[in-house]
């Protein structure tokens, strides 16, 4: 199976409601879980990060949630904006050379006004 | 906030001509930069690890003698797409990491069209 799996690939939520993304990893040895967001023809820009030795974050409308026995980390976006509205990639590390990620597929967020 | 350029941000060639792209990190030192492909619609699939000073790794399934990764400098990483396909046609994005950090920040991509 692959090493990062995201779901779902596409979101649509209505302006104001919270919208949830879920990740799965494989490597129990994995310490570093960032979350990007991507325009369309942009960068991948870094939202939030979370380290092992936590288990949530948040920055004002945006947390992570990590649970490290279950191998798997969600992102919590609330009070959803229409320019929220992206593909949202969770990654996870990828053997021990730093830097080196795994990405999920992505996930589509929609939201409507 | 790292900044990463990147250059140029769109090129199309003729099939069977070479196209280099260079990184940049413009306010850090890198001595970790990595090269992804990303099709419409899909993933970053991650290329090579290119490290200062040293020859690139490069993921299973990319082929090191068609993508030619350089990393000269601490500030500075080539890829060189040789003897381009229309199926190389793609965006192409570096990241940098610093010496003690996990975290990449990325340049803005390049658009490779392939005729």
């Known amino acids: 199976g692959e090493n990062v799996e995201q779901h779902p690939s596409t979101l649509s939520v209505q302006e104001g409601d919270s919208a949830v993304i879920k990740c799965t990893y494989s490597?129990?040895?994995?310490?570093?879980f960032p979350w990007y967001k991507q325009e369309l023809g942009k960068r991948p820009q870094l939202i939030i990060d979370?380290?092992?030795?936590?288990g949530e974050k948040k920055d004002q409308r945006i947390a992570v949630t990590l649970n490290k026995t279950a191998k798997h980390f969600s992102l919590h976006i609330t009070e959803t904006q229409p320019e929220d509205s992206a593909v949202y990639f969770c990654?996870?590390?990828?053997?021990?050379?730093?830097?080196?990620?795994?990405f999920g597929r992505g996930t589509q967020l929609t939201v409507w006004p | 906030g790292a900044v990463v350029s990147q250059h140029p941000s769109w090129v199309i060639c003729k099939s069977g001509t070479s196209v280099k792209i260079e990184c940049r990190s413009l306010d850090f030192q890198a001595t970790t930069m990595f090269w992804y492909r990303q099709f419409p619609k899909q993933s970053l699939m991650l290329m090579a690890t290119?490290?200062?000073?040293?020859?690139?790794?490069?993921e299973q399934g990319v082929e090191k003698d068609k993508f030619l990764i350089n990393h000269a400098s601490l500030t500075l990483s080539t890829l060189t797409v040789t003897s381009a396909h229309p199926e190389d046609s793609s965006f192409y994005i570096c990241?940098?990491?610093?010496?003690?950090?996990?975290?990449?920040?990325f340049g803005p991509g390049t658009r490779l069209t392939v005729l």
């Open positions: 990654a996870a590390p990828r053997g021990s050379t730093l830097g080196r990620l795994y």
């Open positions: 490597d129990s040895a994995s310490n570093y």
């Open positions: 990241s940098a990491s610093s010496r003690l950090s996990n975290e990449q920040f």
């Open positions: 979370i380290r092992s030795n936590v």
């Open positions: 290119s490290n200062e000073g040293s020859k690139a790794t490069y």
